[in-house]
């Protein structure tokens, strides 16, 4: 029976894993034909994945810009010879998310040519891209192949290498692992405080001893870390059940981030031994009754109440995992997460049962356990003014400015710090070792920790004046609540400096400017870039100037909106781009205080409710052009509002400034094409 259970739990990970898997679209695969006298046929081979189909060269009948694009570097044009040459077996239909355009596709594999002529004794890397575009579902994507080949007369080297272009599902097919690995992160972090890792030598002792054999009882202690993992995962199970965008939406509500605010601040406060906190008694103790280690239901009662008792530790852990869980994850987000928090905290148990001497290692508790409570509790303060730093933008209080949050951040680390060095005593600490002349002596381990919290302190000073701090950029409230900031000077010098006034002039953006600018990202504000914040109001500018929109899909408290604007806005590239060649427009998703007029109110289909607020407006919009939820999403259109490019670039932590410049570079290229 227990055999079976175990396969049933590893077999459903193991096919959790294998769905999950980011699977590419379209594979290719390359090669050369040498015909001789310096002649070459390049041969390109594309194979679309099950139901995908693969557009073709072939230009659209309206004229939009998807279909696939196989470009070469101007370098080396001397070399080609000839179009290229599509072999397949191609498809026509009208497609209704192109407005019933006809469009040419393969759902087989296709072959494309191309003729190369050297010259006697030349030797050249031929290298370009594949622009191509799919339809996956009821969706149309874009990806790109970067084209790497060596072509000479004596000896041949090939070098194929890949480039995806990043869209809004860039990170979404990673995001249940990310999940995954923060649960179990946080579940082996669980399992060290106080009110589990105390019960673990007295459960595993319990199973081995009242076991009839060693075997059997290593087979109980198997069964209740299964039956801990099942419970978590069931709890994120049920968590997964609710929309889509209930995550998303309650993850950036004021109501539930005071919420977290509140537990994260007991929680705190509890570990730094103001109070205790222990749900009522009676429900452990009619859990508690119905246990029995000889019966696996009674084992299961037994991770039942571990899971119970163990609330006071492990109840912030949980309501954090579950609220990251929201966006690109889905369903599977708080069911990944939930299961590697399950995973994490049961797995020492398997250690300890199958090897029952670590046991007397893990009695010798002393008093690390109480200063690892104390560091979380610092920790759990410093998470705490993050949520509440999410209800002061949602309610534009101003009470928690960056310089005010920095601050407080500064003196919870370095008051750690101290803590660790033993300057500080809580109600529960123990005394420091005593070296052999009868002194207190702070560990090494313990040391370190001081250092690193130390310099975390020094490292976040800077951020007072105005500093990036891109280490933290995504926690610290955005640059433009800073009263003061000392590097207001234009940060590139190869940017032109009347690219604001040209844009104002155009027509300068008004509607939400007092409210939305305060989110105005600091690499923004050190080089004067515009940005809009109202759709309409950059369509008309865009017109005016002859520029194509870029339109930013964010968020009041997106994270990744802040990573993305810290690490990959200020490379020179982007940001000398994005203000000389665009009219940026940002448009906040989650901005749900300010109501529309009721003449603007509208049901939305897509969002299967009422329209009534900004946020909901914008969030509607990005569902009409993309169908995606979830920020960020950089999507770019034509003054008349049509798509350049399907699809949209997200956050992708393995993208850089330099595929996002590319990108760019990209749909300026197509925009051009479509204005002359």
Not at 96 to 103: C, S
Not at 631 to 648: A, E, H, I, M, T
Request: with cysteine; hydrophobic share 45%.
């Amino acid at each position: 029976m227990l055999k079976h259970k175990l396969l049933l739990i590893v077999s459903f990970f193991f096919l959790l894993t294998l769905t999950a898997q980011d699977k590419q679209p379209v594979q290719f695969s390359f090669s050369k034909a040498d015909k001789g006298k310096g002649e070459f046929i390049l041969n390109i081979t594309a194979i679309p994945a099950l139901g995908i189909k693969l557009f073709s060269t072939q230009k659209i009948s309206d004229g939009l810009p998807v279909n696939t694009v196989i470009s070469f570097d101007s370098s080396i044009k001397k070399y080609l010879q000839d179009s290229i040459v599509e072999t397949g077996k191609l498809h026509v239909e009208k497609e209704a998310v192109l407005n019933n355009a006809v469009i040419s596709f393969y759902i087989d594999s296709l072959q494309w040519q191309q003729k190369i002529k050297l010259n006697p004794g030349d030797s050249t890397r031929i290298i370009g891209n594949i622009n191509y575009y799919y339809k996956n579902g009821e969706s149309i994507e874009s990806g790109e192949k970067r084209i790497s080949m060596q072509f000479s007369y004596t000896g041949d080297q090939v070098v194929v290498t890949s480039k995806p272009v990043a869209t809004d599902t860039g990170f979404a097919d990673k995001s249940w692992l990310v999940l995954l690995l923060l649960g179990m992160g946080a579940g082996l972090l669980a399992f060290i405080t106080p009110c589990v890792y105390a019960l673990v030598p007295v459960t595993v002792s319990l199973f081995l001893k009242r076991s009839k054999t060693a075997l059997q009882g290593r087979k109980n202690v198997l069964f209740y870390a299964i039956s801990i993992i099942i419970i978590y995962a069931a709890i994120g199970a049920l968590a997964s059940v609710v929309p889509k965008t209930f995550w998303n939406n309650l993850s950036t509500h004021w109501i539930f981030n005071l919420f977290l605010f509140l537990m994260f601040v007991i929680f705190g406060l509890s570990f730094l031994g103001a109070f205790d906190i222990n749900l009522p008694s009676s429900w452990a103790n009619k859990l508690d009754s119905k246990s029995n280690s000889n019966s696996y239901a009674g084992i299961f009662f037994m991770a039942f109440t571990l899971v119970v008792v163990s609330f006071s530790c492990t109840g912030n852990f949980v309501a954090s995992i579950l609220g990251l869980a929201g966006g690109k994850a889905g369903n599977l987000g708080p069911i990944s997460g939930m299961f590697g928090f399950g995973f994490g905290l049961a797995f020492p148990f398997i250690i300890f049962a199958f090897f029952p001497k670590l046991l007397t290692v893990l009695t010798k508790s002393g008093g690390w356990q109480n200063a690892l409570k104390v560091s979380l509790g610092f920790i759990e303060l410093a998470f705490a003014l993050k949520f509440l730093s999410n209800v002061d933008v949602a309610k534009n209080l101003r009470i928690l400015d960056r310089e005010v949050f920095i601050v407080l951040w500064v003196v919870l680390f370095s008051l750690l710090g101290f803590y660790l060095l033993g300057k500080l005593k809580f109600k529960h600490d123990s005394e420091l070792p005593k070296n052999d002349w009868g002194l207190e002596y702070v560990s090494i381990p313990r040391l370190l920790l001081a250092i690193a919290s130390l310099a975390f302190s020094l490292y976040l000073i800077p951020g007072l004046w105005g500093a990036p701090l891109n280490a933290v950029s995504a926690f610290v409230p955005a640059a433009g609540t800073q009263d003061f900031i000392l590097y207001n000077q234009p940060a590139q010098q190869n940017i032109s400096n009347n690219t604001t006034t040209v844009n104002s002039a155009a027509l300068p953006p008004v509607k939400y400017v007092k409210r939305l600018s305060n989110y105005e990202p600091l690499a923004a504000k050190q080089n004067s870039l515009s940005i809009y914040y109202d759709y309409k109001e950059a369509l008309a500018a865009s017109k005016i100037l002859n520029k194509p929109v870029m339109i930013d899909f964010t968020g009041i408290q997106c994270v990744n909106c802040r990573k993305f604007e810290a690490s990959i806005w200020p490379d020179p590239a982007v940001i000398s781009t994005m203000k000389n060649d665009f009219i940026l427009v940002s448009l906040f998703c989650d901005y749900d205080d300010e109501e529309l007029p009721d003449n603007e109110k509208f049901f939305s289909k897509v969002l299967n409710g009422q329209v009534e607020t900004v946020g909901d407006k914008n969030e509607d919009l990005q569902q009409q052009l993309i169908h995606a939820s979830g920020q960020p999403n950089y999507v770019f259109v034509n003054s008349d509002g049509k798509l350049l490019v399907p699809g949209g670039y997200g956050y992708d932590p393995t993208k850089n400034a330099k595929d996002f410049a590319a990108y760019l570079g990209n749909v300026l290229e197509i925009f051009k094409k479509q204005v002359q």
